[in-house]
């Protein structure tokens, strides 16, 4: 089966980019999946390379390796990134830069679709 997550909520505050990180990590550890996460609106900063968070706190950086080993492909909205002054250059590296294009490719692609 092939999910595609989307991500729509900022690293911190809220818990759901979070949350469809984790989710997309279980989904992922099961046989016969395949995964690809769109981070799009201020999900964007979840893939900032370089985050420090306070210990024994969450770290979206971080669940970014251990769902990159699991997935096919992460992408981040270009459109997304520039509006928030972000480069490719500070993006996690299993992180590319993305598009509208990509995302409608991969929403044909996917057998179910799951927004957080």
């Known amino acids: 089966m092939k999910l595609l997550f989307i991500l729509n909520d900022p690293p911190y505050g809220t818990e759901r980019s979070y949350n469809g990180l984790r989710h997309a990590t279980s989904v992922a550890k099961k046989d016969g999946t395949e995964v690809r996460i769109f981070l799009m609106a201020d999900a964007v900063s979840c893939a900032k390379r370089g985050q420090k968070t306070p210990d024994g706190y969450y770290n979206l950086d971080k669940m970014l390796t251990v769902v990159a080993r699991r997935s096919s492909s992460i992408g981040a909205c270009g459109s997304c990134l520039d ?28 057998d179910k679709v799951i927004v957080y």
Request: charged content about 30%; cysteine-free; hydrophobic content about 40%.
């Open 83 to 110: 509006a928030r002054g972000i480069t490719t250059e500070e993006l996690h590296e299993a992180v590319h830069r993305s598009s509208m294009e990509e995302l409608t490719e991969w929403t044909l692609w996917a």
